[in-house]
């Protein structure tokens, strides 16, 4: 079984950043296409950026382009989201996921759905 764990949450204020991470096990990462999505209190689970299997392809939601950064390390399997010049807007759980991509589709970032997700990491950006 696929299995994501998240890392890296945690509480900063207004103007700061924070690096999550999320470890990949039980598959051969460099076959799945990986996402960082966030979940807001009372409201609906949205994407933030998304990755190709190779790292070469991105993608970016309007409200994070120039602050936030999406990485992999296929060697560690771990993928990463460098966020920076944080707002109190950011707060929320975020969620890695993770969808198994066919040799045959060449390498792009992939929008959804997703197939497996971690437990999220909290994260709290104070005004």
């Known amino acids: 079984q696929v299995q994501l764990v998240e890392s890296g949450g945690g509480l900063v204020q207004a103007g700061g950043s924070l690096r999550l991470s999320c470890a990949h096990s039980?598959?051969?990462?460099?076959?799945?296409?990986m996402g960082w999505f966030r979940q807001a209190p009372g409201k609906e689970r949205e994407l933030v950026a998304a990755?190709?299997?190779?790292?070469?392809?991105?993608y970016y939601e309007d409200f994070v382009k120039g602050r936030f950064t999406i990485s992999r390390d296929n060697a560690k399997n771990t993928v990463y989201l460098q966020m920076t010049s944080l707002k109190p807007e950011d707060t929320a759980i975020y969620y890695c996921?993770?969808?198994?991509?066919?040799?045959?589709?060449?390498?792009?970032?992939?929008?959804?759905?997703?197939?497996?997700w971690g437990q999220g990491t909290q994260v709290t950006v104070s005004s």
């Open positions: 990755i190709s299997r190779s790292g070469g392809s991105t």
């Open positions: 039980g598959g051969t990462f460099s076959r799945f296409n």
């Open positions: 996921a993770a969808k198994r991509i066919s040799w045959l589709v060449t390498d792009s970032y992939y929008l959804g759905p997703y197939d497996y």
